[in-house]
């Protein structure tokens, strides 16, 4: 009475599936992390700094653009006028677009945008004016200024006038 389907030569039953061994499951996990790590890195920006390039012994270079990662700049924005939920707006728009933006807040009354930002943050500020629709002579160095309570850390504080390009 036995199953003429099963030998005891084959060392297994009748539908067991091949099972590897650990070392190979454990190399086919490391190919598969080490391939992993390469398309991140490859896939990663480069880095942001600025270059200099002299063409001729005189003092003359040039500086590349610098790259803006908007996700690694925190912007602050807050509504200085009565127009309700302006801020938020607004916050919205920046985050859709990849800024690292903050809950937006009610800010100092001002009768037109002003933009602050800290050392190394103008060309983001400068896009986010744009973005806003007002002129590259709205922002300014933060310089020690307070605006906006607990937002002097931030890279771009921007306070909203009845001049902005969201309504």
Same mark, same amino acid.
Request: glycine letters at 10%; charged letters at 10%; hydrophobic letters at 40%.
């Given at each position: 009475? #036995?199953?003429?389907?099963?030998?005891?030569?084959?060392?297994?039953?009748?539908?067991?599936?091949?099972?590897?061994?650990?070392?190979?499951v454990f190399?086919?996990?490391?190919?598969?992390?080490?391939?992993?790590?390469? $398309?991140?890195?490859?896939?990663?920006?480069?880095?942001?700094?600025?270059?200099?390039?002299?063409?001729?012994?005189?003092?003359?270079?040039?500086?590349?653009?610098?790259?803006?990662?908007?996700?690694?700049?925190?912007?602050q *924005?807050?509504? +200085?006028?009565?127009?309700? #939920?302006?801020?938020?707006?607004?916050?919205?728009?920046? $985050?859709?677009?990849?800024?690292?933006?903050?809950?937006?807040?009610? +800010?100092?009354? *001002?009768?037109?945008?002003?933009?602050?930002?800290?050392?190394?943050?103008?060309?983001?500020?400068?896009?986010?004016?744009?973005?806003?629709?007002?002129?590259?002579?709205?922002v300014?160095?933060?310089?020690?200024?307070?605006?906006?309570?607990?937002?002097?850390?931030?890279?771009?504080?921007?306070?909203?006038? #009845?001049?902005?390009?969201?309504?």
């Amino acid at each position: 009475m #036995s199953d003429p389907t099963s030998t005891s030569r084959d060392g297994h039953a009748s539908g067991s599936h091949f099972q590897p061994s650990h070392g190979v499951v454990f190399i086919i996990v490391v190919l598969f992390i080490g391939a992993t790590f390469l $398309m991140v890195r490859a896939a990663a920006p480069s880095s942001s700094t600025p270059t200099t390039t002299t063409t001729s012994p005189s003092s003359t270079s040039t500086t590349a653009p610098t790259r803006i990662i908007k996700s690694r700049i925190r912007v602050q *924005v807050a509504n +200085g006028t009565t127009i309700g #939920s302006l801020a938020a707006r607004f916050t919205q728009k920046l $985050m859709t677009q990849d800024w690292d933006t903050l809950p937006p807040v009610n +800010g100092p009354h *001002v009768a037109a945008t002003i933009i602050y930002y800290n050392p190394g943050e103008r060309a983001a500020a400068l896009e986010i004016a744009t973005t806003v629709g007002v002129a590259a002579s709205v922002v300014h160095p933060l310089g020690g200024l307070r605006p906006v309570a607990g937002a002097s850390g931030d890279g771009v504080i921007v306070i909203l006038g #009845s001049n902005s390009g969201i309504k």
